[in-house]
């Protein structure tokens, strides 16, 4: 499992690298919130100049409460700083509870940041090599290249290489349920500053999806500026979605500024 359950505030982990030859492997039923990274399965201090170079499979045949899964940290509620993963990152869950609100977080250097973070939080000059990857029924799904679900959290100057490939085929309601995907992160409700994504995106199945080339969803309308996607695009749905070369989806108005789009978009 991971080297550090909990990085606490204050909290500092640098210049650490986990070898290709490592590899972690989880698969357990989830009842209470789980959290999968390589370096620390949650991160309320400072993770820096840090690399991961080994593969995470995480295989769940049943879960009722919130997934996180990240190269470097499953949860982030505090820094990451000049940090690598190279690494695969595979989730995959069969079955869910009734409860719709349960989520998926997965991204190539974080699975998300929530709730609970600290309100200076940030992803900043991090870089994913590694491909990502989640298929399964859970209601909400959301990921990212770099990081799948941002609360309080700023991400900038973050790279992603690594291609994406989401696929959802939940056994309820299809209008329950959504899919945030974004090459570079998810979902955000803050800030995003000269991030690139060079890496494809792949969403299909029959949630209501919301993809784009950097950032799928952006809540509160704060800035995307500076970002460019060269990765090519592509969403198969069955019902009503959003999708775009830099951003798929806001619901506030958001200024985007400085943005290009140089990747192919493909709606099916």
């Not at 201090?45 to 690399?51: A, F, M, R």
């Not at 992803?123 to 990857?133: A, K, Q």
């Not at 775009?244 to 506030?252: E, N, R, T, V």
């Amino acid at each position: 499992n991971s080297l550090f359950h909990h990085i606490l505030p204050g909290g500092v982990v640098r210049n650490l690298t986990i070898a290709e030859s490592c590899s972690m492997k989880t698969g357990i039923p989830v009842e209470q919130e789980c959290y999968v990274g390589f370096i620390a399965n949650i991160n309320n201090g400072l993770i820096e100049n840090c690399v991961n170079k080994g593969d995470i499979v995480h295989k769940s045949p049943y879960s009722a409460a919130d997934i996180y899964v990240g190269g470097i940290t499953g949860s982030n509620r505090g820094l990451i700083l000049k940090c690598r993963n190279y690494g695969t990152v595979t989730s995959s869950c069969v079955e869910t509870s009734p409860d719709k609100t349960v989520m998926m977080n997965i991204g190539g250097i974080a699975g998300g940041a929530y709730n609970r973070t600290e309100s200076k939080s940030s992803v900043t000059l991090c870089e994913n090599f590694g491909n990502i990857s989640y298929t399964g029924d859970v209601p909400r799904v959301f990921a990212g290249g770099v990081i799948g679900m941002c609360w309080k959290t700023s991400v900038k100057y973050c790279v992603n290489r690594g291609t994406l490939k989401i696929s959802t085929n939940p056994c309820g309601s299809r209008g329950e349920h959504s899919d945030h995907v974004g090459g570079v992160a998810g979902h955000m409700r803050f800030d995003m500053v000269g991030c690139d994504n060079f890496g494809d995106v792949f969403v299909e199945g029959v949630h209501s999806s919301y993809v784009g080339g950097v950032l799928g969803v952006n809540r509160s309308g704060r800035s995307v500026v500076d970002c460019m996607n060269y990765g090519k695009v592509t969403l198969s749905s069955e019902i009503t979605s959003c999708l775009g070369g830099i951003l798929g989806f806001s619901d506030h108005p958001v200024h985007v500024g400085h943005c290009d789009n140089f990747g192919e978009i493909v709606y099916n």
